[in-house]
């Protein structure tokens, strides 16, 4: 393990993160980046942006991609509700001749060799350990170790950024960090070429037919606001192809199994939307009915449906609820 002197104090570095994937989407993402890291005067400053999106749409290969472009070893701290301050910056470690060893975090360890640092998932955090990397956010660019009693500046080409999830599982990131999080890049799903494309450099030995399935069935979820992500369907196609070679399914039956266990009962919950009206009620069955149930079992669906729409009208006559190409009306 490599070892680094701050004053009086000898400090353990991290390991960088080999990256191994290849970000795969809108390469303006990219140079978005890019951009923020780019020191154009001696008196400028990188930006420290947050790439922001739902679970699983890439935003930690994204950012990782983004500083093997720039040839940088690239340091990942996976942010926890528990990470502590200390955590952040250095940690004492008991050695077994009873001293104390001090261990520089991926962070500090970035800083101190000039490399990239991705907070993953950041906004798991409390305000408490945020406050921890105020001073580095901004223009001073140090941190402050209490446990150690050092101050630890940022090498000149040290780079950061955060990822942040889209969802209610995460802390309020106070307004004077969000200050220094700037600007935010948002991470959308991506569009069906590049998702089929992803699937197709993660899952490289699955036969074309799956890997239509399984983008169709993400690209209906991202349409209706159902959030499976790109991670969810490399898993269901890594695990339809073993049930199909473990247990004698035809590879329909293995990829229907597999949705159910990987996302569960709740995966085709967008389809019951679409049968309430949110959109045309004559689109998907056909597209459907080999990996979901028979057509029998699909018209019995929408013919209930229907009829559950019907009820649902204060209107005596129920005729008046559809428009003549088999719409329903805008009132209803």
């Known amino acids: 393990m490599e070892r680094f002197q701050v004053g009086e104090v000898e400090l353990t ?5 080999k990256v191994k994937r290849d970000w795969i989407g809108r390469q303006e993402l990219i140079d978005q980046i890019r951009a923020c890291w780019l020191v154009i005067d001696d008196r400028d400053l990188p930006l420290s942006p947050r790439l922001v999106g739902k679970p699983g749409v890439g935003k930690t290969t994204l950012a990782s991609a983004a500083a093997k472009s720039l040839d940088q070893e690239v340091y990942i701290f996976q942010c926890t509700m528990d990470t502590r301050p200390e955590d952040l910056v250095v940690t004492p470690v008991l050695s077994s001749d009873r001293s104390i060893n001090y261990h520089a975090s991926p962070l500090v360890t970035a ?7 991705i907070l993953d998932e950041a906004n798991r955090m409390s305000e408490k350990s945020w406050a921890s990397l105020a001073p580095l956010l901004d223009d001073r660019r140090y941190v402050e170790s209490l446990i150690a009693g050092v101050k630890i500046e940022a090498h000149k080409d040290f780079r950061c950024c955060v990822t942040m999830n889209d969802d209610a599982s995460t802390y309020e990131v106070p307004d004077y960090i969000i200050g220094r999080l700037q600007p935010m890049i948002e991470v959308d799903f991506p569009e069906r070429e590049e998702e089929l494309a992803i699937l197709r450099y993660n899952v490289d030995f699955a036969p074309e037919k799956i890997l239509a399935l399984t ?3 993400l690209q209906r979820s991202h349409k209706n606001d159902v959030h499976h992500s790109t991670r969810d369907g490399i898993n269901i196609i890594r695990y339809a192809l073993k049930l199909e070679k473990s247990h004698d399914m035809t590879l329909d039956e293995a990829f229907r199994k597999s949705v159910l266990q990987v996302i569960g009962e709740e995966a085709f919950d967008f389809e019951r939307r679409k049968l309430r009206g949110s959109v045309p009620l004559d689109t998907n069955f056909v597209d459907l009915q080999n990996f979901f149930m028979t057509t029998e079992q699909l018209l019995k669906q929408q013919a209930a449906a229907l009829q559950d729409v019907d009820d649902m009208d204060d209107d005596d006559d129920d005729d008046d609820d559809w428009d003549e190409e088999g719409e329903l009306n805008d009132d209803v």
Do not use: H, N, Q, R
């Open 215 to 217: 983008v169709d069935f």
């Open 13 to 17: 570095l991290s390991e960088p993160v």
């Open 111 to 117: 800083m101190i060799k000039g490399g990239v640092a």
